[in-house]
């Protein structure tokens, strides 16, 4: 810390029990270019005594000031960082603001921590020389190089999205460590640089099931590549991977293709009465990124066969048909399963509710008003918000010639009232 008069001391020591934010002293007093004649160093060393003696949200908003300070405080930093009293939520202020000093001496601090520094510190510095960018590309490279580091450095490489860091990553992607594969192959699915795509196919081989989660992720990123390249045949096996996770990235990937192939492929593993109930999830949320009637037709068939939570992401998915082609065929689907004889319960009502007010077709304008008479007001209130939506002016008025006719059903008739006080 800079050495000041005494008189200087005494006016760091008032400001530092000041009570509004530090964000707000720097607007109004201009903390880069200190009005009224006062020195900056001692705005520094003002800077520096909050960062130490405060409390943690003192410490964040120095730590989001002292880079206006520029080169003038990275030298206190370090001194607060090798400081052996130095507690360890400073410690993680410092390394984080450190990170913010586009600078030499930074890096060699840096490098130095992450070799010597234990547990999360150490992931703090990794961190830290990733927000350096370029410049820390050189000394992480060379920390590939030993084992003990190779994990840290590859972390921080992949963090640092520039295409020199292409060469170190490809270098380790056959390492011993599947961790540090994976972690490789998450970096390079960033660039569509030549040398890269055939890494993410051999990859999906790897015998570690991280690292084929990894490159299934990256390959399913490649849609542009489709002309080219079989992407869906790639993918395809791995929905019948034996972990589950890679299952699931392989049909949100396939999902990503928008591709008719695709769809047909994740429609049929949906199908399948041995799939898992996470997966068939995680299918049908792909499926509706890119619905066809083949695929609206393999929902309604297997519908009535699934786990209550597949049935619910199911409904939701009908209602999330944006093609106004396929909206009609969408809605008659929701439909039949309510004028089924195996009509579900009122979670399953009240979800069809919704999806049908998403939908917008008219024809379900009667359905969801015989909703009214259900019993469950869960229910009623959601056909009503589907209601509105679909059509909230005819729906009143069909509601306010139901109110007068007396032959209704009586608890179609306190719906339709439920559903006058509710508009």
């Known amino acids: 810390m800079l050495d000041t008069a005494e008189n200087d001391t005494q006016f760091s020591h008032s400001w530092s029990n000041?009570?509004?934010?530090?964000?707000?002293?720097?607007?109004?007093?201009?903390?880069?270019?200190?009005?009224?004649?006062?020195?900056?160093?001692?705005?520094?060393?003002?800077?520096?005594?909050?960062?130490i003696e405060g409390d943690f949200q003192t410490r964040w908003d120095v730590a989001k000031l002292l880079p206006r300070f520029g080169t003038k405080a990275i030298a206190p930093l370090i001194v607060i960082l090798e400081h052996e009293d130095t507690d360890w939520e400073l410690l993680w202020f410092t390394v984080r603001t450190l990170g913010e000093f586009d600078h030499p001496v930074v890096v060699q601090v840096l490098i130095s921590l992450l070799k010597t520094a234990e547990g999360e510190l150490s992931a703090v510095a990794a961190e830290a020389l990733a927000n350096l960018g370029n410049q820390a590309i050189a000394p992480l490279t060379e920390l590939l190089s030993m084992e003990q580091f190779r994990l840290l450095a590859v972390r921080s490489l992949s963090r640092i999205r520039h295409s020199q860091t292409i060469a170190p990553l490809l270098s380790i992607t056959n390492d011993a460590q599947p961790e540090i594969r994976a972690a490789a192959i998450e970096a390079l699915s960033s660039f569509h640089d030549s040398r890269v795509f055939p890494v993410l196919v051999n990859a999906l081989q790897d015998p570690a099931a991280a690292v084929r989660r990894e490159a299934v992720i990256a390959v399913g990123l490649r849609a542009n590549l489709q002309a080219e390249i079989d992407l869906v045949n790639l993918l395809i096996p791995h929905l019948a991977d034996l972990n589950l996770q890679v299952c699931q990235q392989a049909a949100i990937a396939l999902g990503r293709l928008s591709n008719p192939a695709a769809a047909q492929a994740l429609a049929d593993v949906l199908h399948s009465p041995h799939t898992p109930s996470a997966l068939q999830i995680e299918i049908v949320r792909s499926l509706s990124w890119g619905m066809t009637a083949t695929v609206l037709k393999k929902i309604q068939s297997i519908l009535p066969c699934v786990s209550a939570e597949v049935y619910r992401e199911m409904i939701a998915a009908l209602g999330k048909v944006e093609d106004p082609a396929l909206k009609p065929q969408a809605a008659e689907i929701l439909i039949t399963l309510l004028d089924s004889e195996s009509s579900p319960q009122s979670p399953g009502k009240q979800a069809i509710a919704l999806s049908l007010g998403h939908l917008g077709e008219i024809k379900?304008?009667?359905?969801?008003?015989?909703?009214?008479?259900?019993?469950?007001?869960?229910?009623?209130?959601?056909?009503?918000?589907?209601?509105?939506?679909?059509?909230?002016?005819?729906?009143?008025?069909?509601?306010?010639?139901?109110?007068?006719?007396?032959?209704?059903?009586?608890?179609?008739?306190?719906?339709?009232?439920?559903?006058?006080?509710?508009?």
């Open 18 to 51: 000041c009570s509004p934010p530090l964000s707000a002293l720097a607007n109004q007093y201009g903390w880069a270019t200190p009005e009224d004649g006062i020195n900056p160093e001692l705005w520094l060393d003002l800077a520096l005594d909050l960062f």
């Open 364 to 423: 379900a304008l009667d359905p969801l008003i015989r909703l009214l008479s259900e019993s469950d007001p869960g229910v009623q209130l959601h056909a009503i918000a589907a209601l509105k939506q679909l059509a909230p002016d005819a729906a009143h008025e069909q509601l306010k010639m139901m109110a007068k006719d007396t032959n209704l059903p009586e608890a179609l008739q306190g719906g339709v009232a439920n559903a006058l006080r509710e508009w």
